[in-house]
T-cell receptor, first 114, second 116 residues
Framework: AQSVSQHNHHVILSEAASLELGCNYS??????LFWYVQYPGQHLQLLLK??????LVKGIKGFEAEFIKSKFSFNLRKPSVQWSDTAEYFC????????????FGQGTELSVKP | EAGVAQSPRYKIIEKRQSVAFWCNPI?????LYWYQQILGQGPKLLIQ????????DSQLPKDRFSAERLKGVDSTLKIQPAKLEDSAVYLC??????????????FGPGTRLTVL
């Protein structure tokens, strides 16, 4: 069965620090990869996605993620975080033969100190 | 553009009672999803509809959970009878068509269920 693992449950950073959130998945076939974000009191929303092509994808608000197929990873990065990036971040995987079904990781809570 | 609407936002019930949640997807979205998010975990798909047909309900506990999407628009998710372990946030999401992954899923605010 497919699964998604996010390495960190809670990350605390100061403003301007660099961010990297780990995500690994288990599935041997073709996958589509996503990062979703949930800001306090708001809905889950899409941050970025990878389907094919350039393994380095850019999303909203300066976030980017790199797909490394050999490592089954899709880590999220941001060079300099802001207080407004405080949120919960979810990595999700879709197997190419399973329609729109998303398998989510358990989430990483990011707290940015001003 | 109006987003995905869900109601109620919060519900507290006792175990063995029944409860129903309602979802109105974004207008024109053919695919509708119900996810269960237990505290400290990521959302888990319960059921996926394509228009008014079920595409995937493999993780729906069918002895107590049921869902329908009449007329291919609104959907209701019901739990009867509820158990303590059903305490969770129930998220509804919709996407444009075909349930294809590259169609972004838009999520509603969720219904937080507490079973006492």
């Amino acid at each position: 069965a497919q699964s998604v693992s996010q390495h960190n449950h809670h990350v605390i950073l100061s403003e301007a620090a660099s961010l990297e959130l780990g995500c690994n998945y288990s599935y041997g076939g073709t996958v589509n990869l996503f990062w979703y974000v949930q800001y306090p009191g708001q809905h889950l929303q899409l941050l970025l996605k990878y389907f094919s092509g350039d393994p380095l994808v850019k999303g909203i608000k300066g976030f980017e993620a790199e797909f490394i197929k050999s490592k089954f990873s899709f880590n999220l990065r941001k060079p300099s975080v802001q207080w407004s990036d405080t949120a919960e971040y979810f990595c999700a995987v879709n197997a190419d033969n399973q329609g729109g079904k998303l398998i989510f990781g358990q989430g990483t809570e990011l707290s940015v100190k001003p | 553009e109006a987003g995905v609407a869900q109601s109620p936002r919060y519900k507290i019930i006792e175990k063995r009672q029944s409860v129903a949640f309602w979802c109105n997807p974004i207008s024109g979205h053919a695919t509708l999803y119900w996810y269960q998010q237990i505290l400290g975990q990521g959302p888990k798909l319960l059921i996926q509809f394509q228009n008014n047909g079920v595409v995937d309900d493999s993780q729906l506990p069918k002895d107590r959970f049921s869902a329908e999407r009449l007329k291919g628009v609104d959907s209701t998710l019901k739990i009867q009878p509820a158990k303590l372990e059903d305490s969770a946030v129930y998220l509804c999401a919709s996407s444009l068509d075909q349930g294809l992954a590259y169609n972004e899923q838009f999520f509603g605010p969720g219904t937080r269920l507490t079973v006492l």
